[in-house]
């Protein structure tokens, strides 16, 4: 499963931090080791949704009846914000026992086997999964695995439909090594690797009866994917290219700040230089109103220029100022996973750029998310809370993470595309990862449609692989990413 920075201001001085749950009461060392962490982590995650969700004021009878003792992983769960009939509106917002597994996921640097997939039917009671990529040096491609191959047992185990997720997470997800089976036969062992999942798959230049198109597939907004994303702009525009087709089909979001900084190689170099508006964040009503007298902006300007600290401490200074394309066009492929920070950039070079999207409907994910760690709640908190429960507070939630939505994203105008199911396609196409083609590919489903718009004549198409299927028709893909894909993350400074 693959995964923006945003600086938002220091909420601390402001007083929005409430220390305590309602009702909540624990006396150290005469309670169990399960109820003094119960208690700091319901009172992290309680105090951090009361002060900052988006959806803080809907969600106030739900937080009335929030206990110390509650399991906090589902509380949370049953706290987000949902409409009359009960289901979710807020299908994002979650609370982790391992915020560096899921920070490690959205930097791209994670244990991995190295690829990715969706689900597809195998029988009547079995998923097989899809291989959709896989990531260079991962131990996946170097166990010859390739976009198509369909695997249909994991450590010997069919895929259940009926307990599809509670299987791939405990045979593939979280595991440390896995054994595939093909539907040819074949096995494939794999072991985990931590690596940099480097989201920049492929690009390549088209000549199209004499225009250049570009072609960038881009899996996830990380903040190191910078640097090859310069090189590959650069590239581009000494090649004379004037339209692009940016391929995010498999790409769930990531940094914020990874999308601005993309941005700005994209929309009209002088927009950049002007400082225009690309985006604005809508939070809830007491945010707004006490960003509105404390002054604080709430857009995002275009800039060539970036320095930031990421999580983790690393420092990022580097320019994009030679690096615009200069393009008048903007192809961009989608699928339902294209979610989140993709979906914002979408918006946000609407305004700018001639946008046409190939592909199908976008997953609708329209709220930027705050990763808050718990460790960093005790950290600051500084209202009525003894310096010992401090301690104790950042001791039991040091690997606790809360991915609460935090604000609505909007274009410079305000208008948020993707809501509240996403972006229609102006040229409606399935992936079919089992066509044969690699990614790149001009004969690739989905990149042979985009590449007909833009004038390309396409050579005959050469066989497939056949051992990829035995199917006659392209298969259904389900998501099989769960919960919790799509992100797109704002950290404070």
């Known amino acids: 499963m693959r995964r923006t920075w945003t600086i938002i201001p220091a909420l601390v001085s402001l007083g929005l931090f409430f220390t305590g749950c309602e009702e909540s009461s624990l006396s150290p060392g005469r309670e169990t080791e399960q109820a003094k962490l119960y208690h700091y982590v319901n009172t992290f995650a309680f105090n951090s949704l009361r002060a900052y969700y988006l959806w803080n004021e809907e969600i106030e009878g739900a937080l009335k009846n929030w206990k110390d003792a509650d399991e906090p992983i589902g509380k949370v769960k049953e706290v987000r914000y949902k409409d009359s009939a009960g289901n979710d509106i807020d299908r994002w917002t979650l609370l982790t026992d391992d915020y560096a597994s899921f920070y490690g996921n959205a930097s791209g640097i994670e244990k991995t086997y190295g690829f990715d997939f969706l689900g597809t039917l195998y029988d009547n009671d079995h998923y097989a999964l899809v291989v959709t990529y896989t990531y260079a040096g991962s131990p996946a491609e170097e166990a010859g695995l390739k976009r198509g191959d369909l695997i249909v047992q994991l450590n010997g185990k069919l895929i259940p439909i009926d307990n599809v997720n509670a299987v791939v997470n405990q045979e593939l997800r979280h595991s440390e090594s896995v054994t595939l089976t093909l539907n040819s036969g074949e096995t494939v062992p794999l072991t985990v690797r931590e690596m940099y999942e480097d989201p920049v798959l492929f690009s390549r230049i088209f000549d199209c009866g004499g225009k250049k198109v570009g072609y960038l597939h881009y899996t996830s907004f990380t903040l190191d994917s910078y640097r090859e994303l310069i090189d590959i702009s650069k590239t581009f525009r000494a090649a004379g290219v004037s339209e692009l087709i940016l391929d995010l089909r498999y790409n769930q979001g990531g940094f914020a700040i990874a999308e601005e900084f993309l941005a700005s190689m994209l929309v009209p170099e002088e927009e950049v230089l002007a400082g225009s508006i690309l985006s604005t964040n809508i939070y809830n009503s007491r945010l707004t109103e006490l960003y509105a007298q404390q002054g604080t902006d709430t857009n995002t300007y275009l800039q060539n220029s970036f320095r930031f600290t990421s999580p983790d401490k690393k420092v990022y200074d580097f320019s994009t100022a030679d690096a615009n394309m200069g393009i008048s066009k903007l192809y ?149 990413h769960g919960e919790g894909s799509g992100l797109r993350i704002m950290l404070p400074e």
């Not at 606790?400 to 935090?406: R, V």
């Not at 044969?436 to 985009?450: C, D, R, S, V, W």
């Not at 007909?452 to 998501?479: F, H, M, N, Q, W």
């Open 332 to 480: 961009v492929i989608v699928s339902n996973i294209t979610a989140s920070a993709s979906e914002s950039l979408i918006g946000d070079l609407i305004p700018y750029l001639d946008v046409t999207l190939v592909g199908r409907q976008t997953h609708g994910k329209y709220c930027t998310g705050w990763m808050r760690q718990g460790s960093a709640f005790y950290n600051t908190v500084t209202e009525t809370m003894s310096d010992e429960e401090k301690a104790e507070g950042k001791k039991y939630t040091e690997n606790w993470g809360l991915y609460m939505m935090l604000a609505r994203f909007a274009d410079k105008n305000g208008v948020t595309h993707c809501m509240p199911d996403g972006i229609q396609p102006d040229y409606p196409v399935r992936d079919n990862p089992t066509d044969g083609y690699a990614l790149g590919n001009p004969n690739e489903t989905m990149l042979a449609k985009t590449l007909s718009l833009c004038g390309y004549k396409s050579t005959a198409p050469t066989a497939g692989r056949a051992s990829v299927s035995d199917r006659t028709t392209e298969p259904e893909l389900i998501d099989l």
